[in-house]
C-alpha cells in the first residue's frame, strides 16, 4: 500500500500536494516550521523537524511511509541528505521534485559565486544600495560590508535584531511579480541585487527587473547534495509513484 511522504516548502511541493489530494493519494505534507503561518495544504500536515537521519528513519518506520518525494528548496541541503540516508536506511523509495537553475539571457549581467561568503566579496567597497532578497537565515555574512543600505525581503517580521546597521525590512511571501519587483527596486535606488539559484517562477521576479533595469545580480550556486533521482513535473513524479508501487 502507498504511502507518501512530501518533504515541502516550495511552489512545486503545493502544485505536487493538490495533485496527490485529487487523486486521492494516501500522503503526508511536511513543513520545517520556519514561518509563522505556512500557506495551507489539501494534504494531512507535519510541522517541524524529525531530528535528523534517525528521527526521520525512525517516522518512516512508525508511519510506515513507502515513498518520499523531497520537492524542498534547492538550498534545504540538509533535509535533502539527510532524506537520502534515512530512505536507504528504511528501504523506502526517495525522488527529489525539483525545478532547473536559472540560465543567464539577454541583457543579464549575473556574477555567478559558490557561497554566501563568496557572495559578500563580490559587493563593492564603495556604499551600494543592495537588494539581498535571500531570506533571513544567511544575513550574519553581509555584516562584513556595513556600509552598504540592504533592502531585505523576509516573510516574517524579525524577532531578534537583525545583524547590519543600515536596513529596510520589506516583509512579504511569494511568488513575486517583475513589475512589482522593478518598481521595488526603483523605489529604494537599487544598483545590486543578491539571489539564490533558486530556479523556479516564484523568485525570479527580481532577476527579471534586474535585467530591465540593466542591474548586476549576483547569484549563488546550489549547495551540494548527494545523489538521487530528481524529476522535473508533477507528471513525472506520478509516473514514478505508480511505477515502484508494491
Ligand atoms: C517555510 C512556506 C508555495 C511555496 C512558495 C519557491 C517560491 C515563494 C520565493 C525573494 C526570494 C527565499 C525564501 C523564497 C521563495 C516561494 C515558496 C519561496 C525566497 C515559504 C514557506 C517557507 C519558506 C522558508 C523561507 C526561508 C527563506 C526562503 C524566503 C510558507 C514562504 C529567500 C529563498 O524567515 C525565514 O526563516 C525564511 C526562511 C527558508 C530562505 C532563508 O534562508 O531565509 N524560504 N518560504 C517552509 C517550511 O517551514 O518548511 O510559509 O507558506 C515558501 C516559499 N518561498 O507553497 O507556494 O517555491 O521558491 N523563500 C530563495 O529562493 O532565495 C524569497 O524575496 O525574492
Ligand atoms: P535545511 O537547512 O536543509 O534543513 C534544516 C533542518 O530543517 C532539517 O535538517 C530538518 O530538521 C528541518 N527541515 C527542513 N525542511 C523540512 C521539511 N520540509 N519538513 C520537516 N523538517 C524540515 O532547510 P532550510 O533551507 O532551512 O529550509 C526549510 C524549509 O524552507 C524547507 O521546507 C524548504 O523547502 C523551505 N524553503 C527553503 C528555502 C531556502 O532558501 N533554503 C527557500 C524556499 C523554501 P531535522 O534534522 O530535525 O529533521
Known sequence: MTRILLLGGTSEASSLAKTLAESGADAVFSYAGRTAKP????LPTRVGGFGGVDGLAAYLKAEAITHV???????????STNAVQACETAGVNLCAFERPAWQAGEGDTWVHVGTIGEAVDALPEAAAQ????????????????????????????PEAPLPLPHTTVEIARGPF????????????G???????NAGGMGAAAKL????????????IGRPQVPVRPILGSVAEVMAWLSHTAG
Open 39 to 42: 500557506v495551507s495544504q489539501p
Open 69 to 79: 518525494v523531497d520537492a524542498t528548496h534547492p538550498f534545504a541541503a540538509q533535509m
Open 130 to 157: 543592495v537588494f539581498l532578497a535571500i531570506g533571513k537565515q544567511n544575513l550574519t555574512q553581509f555584516a562584513a560590508k556595513p556600509q552598504h543600505h540592504y533592502l531585505l525581503r523576509l516573510v516574517d517580521e
Open 177 to 188: 511579480d517583475a513589475v512589482d519587483d522593478t518598481a521595488l527596486m526603483q523605489r529604494h
Open 190 to 196: 537599487i544598483t545590486h541585487v543578491v539571489a539564490k
Open 208 to 219: 527579471t527587473a534586474a535585467r530591465g533595469l540593466g542591474l548586476p545580480v549576483i547569484l
